[in-house]
């Protein structure tokens, strides 16, 4: 089974420049990224935003190994939108290619492989996010950026909260899930073979369990956090308070100018 | 004695070819023989649950074989499948895997996987209640009402109900009373000599293993430095304990007074043998004279 090898979201611990930062500037200048990188419209656009990409990554630590392979889950997701790109975009002219009702032009070629582009590079964005953010700081960070919401009585703090929590058994549950999985097998269940209905009638062994023990779960992390007298919220100190940094001031300015720079790409060519 | 399990030169390796990868098994050579009593021990992380997960065919080796009566277990996919049901596996916190709705239904999952009839499977869930004390009106409970002792009996009835050749249980009483503990160890004996199953227990307690196995293996990084009888193995005092194994008290206790000088054998573990072995010193210092 491959569960373990999933990689999504998971934090890589490091002291990096990046793992430093604040988590409200590295959210923000995820955003700016993704907004410049919607915001672009040609090769000299993309081709800065891959340079920037890049340049994080390397400074990062993490390896492009690791980001080729969290890309895994979405290959199928990137390959399909790419080809519906490439048979489904019109252009002017003679078309390329063409056979039965597809016609390949070269304003579709462009557009898978911007596609392919933007897709790898929005996931690789906020890969980096989560592979440098601690998913505490992470939260803390969206907890601060929301604050204002609480003024529309959002519940913030406890959306925060409960993704914390969420993020964080993640991991227990996979591992969970590869328990029960190997406890079954060894009593003679069959995950694998048979048609679609006897697969579904398969995992009741795996769901049971799984459910029942992410209940159990709940109630004694629900009674763990009593027994601290976590009443929510309101008038919760912090033992880390997030501060801004001369690194987050450039960090963000530098987010601002990357949106800037795409767009007068845009113009100009 | 005759071979059971085998494994040959068996090598496991976690998420291979990562930064996270992790050497769990190396080269180890194993052998269970048939209608053995075993004791494995180990050190959290030496590799214990890797091995036996290889026993059943839960997971591939990386390299080397296993072998069950002989022949490699990976051979075909129907064999695997055998090997699952000869060789029963009760994880840890096994009772964590409960899901029918009466204790019935959860025993009787195994054998059903197995194909057999109505009838067969009726007599194996009856029986494997039997060895593990649960009551004839507790089958028709749903399991989720019961207590965490009972729901462990059920769960490793459910093994023994597919009357599995080898049995292998991975630390079946942590997390139990005293009292739970005695009389889980006791049902597991019980189906050792009713069957004449192989038993392989996991465990980190030395005491507890100790008094019930025939052989111990030591596992320790991966390797199997020593196995034999209880007493040879504790005869390693220092070395087990570097590896964060305790030795029995009597044991450490007996070691403890070679050091201090004392001609005395310290490979004992029961009060019994201790009993014998100072009464043999005192002997030799001539008729039951002056201390030890």
């Not at chain 1, 079954?184 to 769901?207: E, H, I, N, S, Y």
């Not at chain 2, 009373?177 to 009389?183: A, F, K, L, T």
């Not at chain 2, 008290?249 to 070691?255: G, L, N, S």
């Amino acid at each position: 089974m491959a569960l373990k090898d999933i990689t999504l979201g998971q934090y890589f611990p490091g002291s990096t420049i990046l793992h430093r930062l604040d988590p409200r500037t590295k959210i923000l200048c995820t955003v700016a990224y993704i907004i410049a990188l919607f915001l672009a419209k040609n090769l000299p656009g993309y081709l800065i935003l891959l340079a920037v990409l890049c340049a994080l990554t390397v400074v990062s630590k993490v390896g492009f190994g690791a980001v080729l392979r969290g890309m895994k889950p979405i290959f199928i997701i990137i390959v399909f939108t790419a080809v519906l790109n490439l048979f489904y975009t019109p252009g002017q002219g003679e078309p390329l290619l063409s056979f039965w009702v597809f016609r390949v032009y070269a304003e579709g070629i462009w557009a898978a492989v911007f596609m392919i582009l933007r897709i790898a590079m929005l996931i690789t964005c906020t890969f980096l996010l989560t592979y440098t953010t601690s998913p505490i700081l992470l939260t803390d960070g969206l907890e601060k950026l929301l604050n204002p919401l609480k003024a529309v009585h959002v519940p913030v703090h406890e959306l925060a909260m409960m993704m914390s929590i969420a993020l964080r058994f993640i991991p227990t549950l996979i591992e969970e899930t590869d328990k029960i999985m190997s406890a079954q097998k060894a009593r003679g269940a069959d995950f694998d073979t048979g048609g679609l209905m006897q697969k579904a009638r398969a995992l009741v062994p795996l769901l049971v369990p799984l459910f029942i023990s992410a209940f159990r779960r709940a109630d004694e992390l629900a009674v763990a956090m009593e027994c601290r007298c976590y009443h929510g919220g309101e008038g919760r100190t912090r033992m880390r308070v997030l501060k801004l940094g001369t690194a987050d001031v450039l960090a963000l300015a530098g987010g601002a100018v990357l949106c800037v720079l795409v767009v007068l790409l845009g113009r100009i060519f | 004695m005759e071979p059971i399990i085998q494994t040959e030169q068996l090598s496991h390796i976690y998420s291979a070819n990562t930064p996270f990868e992790q050497t769990a098994l190396d080269k180890v050579d194993f052998t269970a023989y048939r209608g053995e009593y075993l004791g494995i021990i180990g050190h959290t992380g030496s590799g214990k649950s890797t091995l036996i997960q290889h026993l059943n065919g839960l997971l591939k080796p990386t390299s080397g074989r296993v072998l069950f009566e002989g022949k490699d277990i990976w051979e075909t996919k129907e064999r695997i499948r055998q090997t699952r049901f000869q060789v029963g596996l009760v994880f840890q916190y096994p009772e964590y895997q409960l899901f029918e709705e009466t204790v019935y239904k959860d025993i009787a999952f195994g054998p059903k996987n197995m194909g057999l009839d109505e009838k067969e499977i009726d007599r194996r869930v009856r029986q494997a209640a039997q060895f593990v004390d649960l009551a004839d009106q507790v089958l028709e409970q749903s399991p989720f009402e019961l207590s965490g002792g009972q729901k462990r009996r059920v769960a490793i009835a459910g093994v023994i109900a597919m009357e599995p050749a080898v049995l292998i249980l991975d630390e079946p009483t942590a997390g139990l009373d005293p009292v739970g503990v005695e009389s889980i160890l006791r049902n597991i004996h019980d189906y050792h000599t009713a069957k004449n199953a192989t038993i392989l227990i996991v465990s980190h307690s030395m005491e507890e293993v100790a008094r019930t196995v025939d052989r111990l293996v030591v596992v320790d990084n991966g390797k199997i430095p020593f196995s034999g009888p209880p007493r040879e193995v504790f005869a390693h005092g220092e070395e087990l304990e570097r590896m964060g194994l305790g030795v029995p008290a009597m044991t450490r206790v007996f070691h403890r007074l070679r050091a201090l000088g004392a001609e005395i054998d310290p490979s004992v573990y029961t009060v019994e043998q201790a009993k014998a072995a100072v009464l043999a010193v005192l002997e030799r210092r001539g008729g039951g004279k002056g201390a030890v």
